[in-house]
């Protein structure tokens, strides 16, 4: 007779169907041999297999971090934790793990400053951001990190250099899954929301597909389901949400070739070079922008310049006798036949110098690919992200230019 299919059968069989391969484009990740359908599990990571802080507070460190004041934050706690774990090489629980992570990332916080100039404005902006804020955590965890002393032979800074955490910040900003945690009195209020989770991290993005993933609290497990179709030997993916390219890059490191959620930002600045600074109107047209949220988040797509880029446009390029009429604009109304080809001429002036902007920075990652061989791998995400938005501007530029002008 033949036996039944029990869970540990069921969980066994679950894991034959996934296993670990090499791809070209996305490196290493999930090959799964058997076709997967919608609203099956992919993985099933039990609790006790994530770390988390409460993995941080039955270690060794617990002693250290409940004595601690003021309290440091949880992300703090889990950097130390894996930088200490780190050192212990074989003499570590989670070095099987540890062995599978990156020597090194490619997060804005981990290149060379000449390359981060060659981002566009705003990303620009946002890395800086990031490598300031990094560096400010770590100077602020000094006294902290001195503390742990007691726990090696070798001088504590050798152990929590620079270089050392800004590899555990971009292990936990680029592959901790959300899992809500309770407030500690041994932790500060920073929000503790991380869990690293073996295994599951070596599914990587892609923008098409959709899942379902969080931690169930009736399994005691976190769970990711499929909500799409996978055949047989394909690599198995995941998606980290619907990220343009430059929020991929800044939060994971990399860049995906048709993203469908890639977008080209126009900055404040970007969008005054084009306005005559002689409309004696400008700045009340630019606080009625900023009032209503229209100067945040304008951009160029697949599908051309946003709603709101072309909002802005319009009220911008209202003549005084019309500037009455700006509620109209707001509300996506029509003024004047004249209004619209003035905005729909504007954005295609800016879209044309964005252009410009993508193919000059192009050029210099030529340059320095050649003068600095060391940073090709840096300068390829650089190279990919403004080829990919060069795409976008010159189909968003042929869309302007097909485009007729609304009557009134």
Known sequence: ????????????????????????????GLMTTKGLQVGELIISLPEKCLLTTDTVLNSYLREYIVKWMPPISPLIALCTFIIVEKCAQGKSLWKPYLDLLPEMYSCPVCLEQKVVDL?????????????????????????????????????????????????????????????????????????DTYALAPYLDLLNHNPTVQVKAGFNEKTKCYEITTLTHCQHYNEVFICYGPHDNQRLLLEYGFVSRDNPHSSVYVGTDTLLKNV??????????????????????????????????????????????????????????????????????????????????????????????????????????????????????????EMLQCLPTTTV
């Open 1 to 28: 007779m033949k036996k039944s299919s029990g869970r540990t059968s069921r969980k066994r069989q679950r894991k034959k169907c996934r296993t670990l391969s090499s791809y070209g484009e996305t490196g290493r």
């Open 119 to 191: 981002f566009p404005e705003p990303l620009r902006r946002k890395a800086n951001e990031q490598r300031k804020l990094v560096q400010e955590l770590f100077i602020s965890s000094q006294q902290f990190f001195f503390s742990l002393q007691p726990l090696f032979h070798e001088d504590v800074t050798s152990v929590f250099n620079s270089q050392a955490f800004k590899w555990a910040w971009c292990t936990i900003n680029t592959r901790t899954v959300y899992m809500k945690h309770s407030q500690r009195d041994c932790f500060s209020r920073d929000t």
């Open 276 to 397: 005559l600074p002689e409309d004696k109107q400008r700045p009340k047209k630019l606080s009625i922008l900023q009032e209503h949220k229209l100067l945040d988040d304008l951009t160029f797509g697949w599908d051309g310049p946003s709603w709101k880029l072309l909002t802005a446009l319009k009220l911008l390029s209202l003549e005084a006798d019309q500037f009455t009429s700006w509620k109209k604009v707001i509300l996506g109304g029509v003024v004047s036949e004249v209004n619209e080809k003035k905005s729909l001429d504007l954005a295609a002036e800016i879209c044309m110098s964005l252009i410009k902007e993508a193919q000059h920075a192009l050029q210099k990652v030529s340059l320095l690919k050649h003068d600095y061989e060391y940073l090709s791998t840096q300068l390829n995400l650089v190279e990919a992200l403004r080829t990919e938005e060069l795409r976008i501007l010159q189909r968003s530029l």
